[in-house]
C-alpha cells in the first residue's frame, strides 16, 4: 500500500516551538491515520535564525534550509507552507503563499488586527487556496464531544457560558520581553493569544458572538529584552535592559450570542490571563443548558464533566474520560485510560488540514473562522477603550455553531 499513498510537499516557515509541533504533525500522520493514503514529505524550512535552520534539516528531517521564507514559497515542490512565524509576518507571509497558489496551515491570531486578517482572507478567497488556522484546541476527543452533546439537544436550550484560559506563562515578572509583548510585532496581548483560542472554541460549540464589553490590563508594565529567535517568552532574563510591555496580561469579557448561533440567546462571560500564578495551563470552559451542563479543563484535556438531567438521587457532574467514539481518540489510543496530549491535537489538526486539501473533507478551521475570532478580539478592545458594548460584524464561511 505505501507505494500507493499521495505524497504531498511541505514547506516550514519559522522553526520555533509551533515550526517544531507541525513538523512532528506532519511526520505522525501517516502513522495515525493510515487510511488516508496521504505521506507529506518535508521538503523546505525557513528561518531567519540560522541554527534553527539546521535544526530543521537535522533533526526534524527537511530536505533544505533557508534563512529566505519565499525560497520556500517558490519552491515547485511544495504543495503546503506551514506558517509559524511571529504575528507580524502571519499576513505577509500569507498573502504571499495564496499568490504563490500554496494551501497554508497559518498559526493564530494570523493578523495582529482583524483588517490584515481579512486581508489574508481576501488573498486566499482570490487564490483559491484552502487555509487552516492553529485553533488546536478543538480537536481535544473531550471538546468534539461536547460539541457533539451541544448539537445533538442533550443538554437542552443553551442559557450562558463561562470560559477562562488562565496560564502563568508570563507571570514571571523578569519573563523576556519576547516579541510577543511588542505591539508591532504581536498586535494584542493574551487577547490574540489565549482569549483568541477560547473565543474560536465558544463560536465552534455555541455559534458567532454578536456583541461584547471588554475589560483589558497590564500588570507588568516592563521587562527584559529578548533578541529574536534566541529564546521563548518562557525564559526569565535577570538584570537585562528593561523595556516597555505594549499589550494587555488580562483580558475579560461579556458576550452575547448572534441569532443565528445554535445557542441563540446565550450570554457568557470569558476571561483570559497570562500572568497567573496557579494555573498553569488552565484553559477551560462551562457551558450550562435547561437539561445540562459541561465542562472542561485542557490541564485535564482527556476528561470531561458532564451533568446530564434535573432530577434523581445521582444529579450532579460525572466525570467522564474521553474514549474511542470520542472525536479521533482511538486513532491514537485504543482505550480509554490512556491519554492523548497537546502535539496530539497538531496531529489531528493536519489531518483537516491535508484532507481539505486533497478535497475528502472540510473539517479544518478556515481563515473565516480566523477572521470571525480577530472581529470579536478587535471589538473587545474597542470595548474597553469606550467602555460601551460593541457589536460584531458578522462573517460568511465559518465553521461556527449555526442553527440548522
Ligand atoms: N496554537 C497554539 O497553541 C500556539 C502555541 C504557541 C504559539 N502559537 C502561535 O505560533 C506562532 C509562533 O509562535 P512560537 O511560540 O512558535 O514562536 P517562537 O518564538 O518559538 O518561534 C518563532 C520563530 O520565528 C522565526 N522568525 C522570525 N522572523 C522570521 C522571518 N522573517 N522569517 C522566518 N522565520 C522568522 C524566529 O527566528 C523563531 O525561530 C505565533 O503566531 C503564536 O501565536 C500558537
Redesign the pocket.
Known amino acids: 500500500m505505501a507505494n500507493q499513498k499521495r505524497e504531498i510537499g511541505v514547506g516550514l ?9 507541525h513538523s512532528r504533525a506532519y511526520q505522525a500522520l501517516p502513522v495515525v491515520y493510515p487510511e488516508l493514503g496521504i505521506k507529506p514529505r518535508l521538503v523546505m524550512a ?4 540560522p541554527d ?1 535552520v539546521e535544526y530543521a534539516k537535522d533533526v526534524l528531517g527537511y530536505e533544505q534550509g533557508t ?3 519565499h525560497e520556500v514559497l517558490a519552491n515547485p515542490e511544495v504543495d503546503v507552507v506551514s ?5 507580524f ?2 499576513a505577509e ?1 500569507a498573502i504571499a503563499a495564496a499568490k504563490a497558489g500554496k494551501a497554508f496551515w ?5 493578523g495582529r488586527l482583524a483588517e490584515e486578517t481579512e486581508a489574508v482572507q481576501a488573498a486566499a478567497q482570490a487564490a483559491g487556496v484552502v487555509s487552516s488556522i ?4 478543538r480537536h481535544a476527543p473531550a471538546v468534539e464531544h461536547i460539541k457533539q452533546l451541544i448539537a445533538d439537544g442533550s443538554l437542552g436550550r443553551i442559557t450562558n457560558i463561562r470560559g477562562s484560559f488562565f496560564a502563568d506563562y508570563s507571570s514571571e515578572p523578569n519573563g523576556a520581553l ?3 509583548f511588542v505591539r508591532s510585532l ?1 498586535g494584542s496581548g493574551v487577547l ?2 489565549l482569549m ?2 477560547l473565543v474560536d472554541l465558544v463560536q465552534y460549540l455555541v455559534g458567532p458572538i454578536a456583541e461584547v464589553s471588554g475589560m483589558t490590563k497590564t500588570v507588568y508594565t516592563e521587562r527584559p529584552k529578548l533578541e ?6 518562557f525564559a526569565v532574563i535577570e538584570n537585562g535592559e528593561m523595556a516597555p510591555v505594549e499589550n494587555e496580561d488580562y483580558a475579560a469579557m461579556m458576550v452575547r450570542f448572534a441569532d443565528d448561533a445554535l445557542g441563540a440567546g446565550a450570554v457568557g462571560t470569558l476571561e483570559a490571563s497570562r500572568v497567573s500564578v496557579g494555573p498553569r495551563a488552565s484553559y477551560n470552559f462551562e457551558i450550562y443548558g435547561t437539561e445540562g451542563s459541561v465542562k472542561w479543563d485542557f490541564e485535564r484535556m482527556n476528561e470531561l464533566q458532564v451533568a446530564i438531567g434535573r432530577h434523581g438521587a445521582h444529579l450532579g457532574y460525572q466525570r467522564v474520560m474521553a474514549s474511542p467514539g470520542f472525536g479521533d481518540f482511538s486513532a491514537f489510543q485504543p482505550g480509554a485510560g490512556t491519554s492523548m496530549g ?1 502535539d496530539d ?2 496531529v489531528v489538526e493536519a489531518r483537516k488540514f491535508l484532507e481539505a486539501f486533497v478535497g475528502v473533507s472540510a473539517r479544518n478551521s478556515n481563515i473565516n473562522d480566523a477572521v470571525s475570532a480577530n472581529r470579536v478580539l478587535g471589538a473587545t478592545e474597542r470595548s474597553a477603550e469606550s467602555r460601551t458594548w460593541e457589536s460584531v460584524a458578522a462573517v460568511d464561511g465559518t465553521t461556527a455553531a449555526k442553527r440548522p
Open positions: 516557515i519559522s522553526v520555533g516551538w509551533m515550526g517544531k509541533v525557513a528561518d531567519t535564525a534553527r534563512l529566505d521564507y506558517i509559524c512565524a511571529p504575528n509576518l502571519h507571509i497559518v498559526e493564530k491570531p494570523v492553529g485553533f488546536n484546541y519576547s516579541w510577543r504581536a490574540g493569544d483568541g483560542h529574536m529567535g534566541k529564546a521563548t517568552h497537546y491535537l497538531k
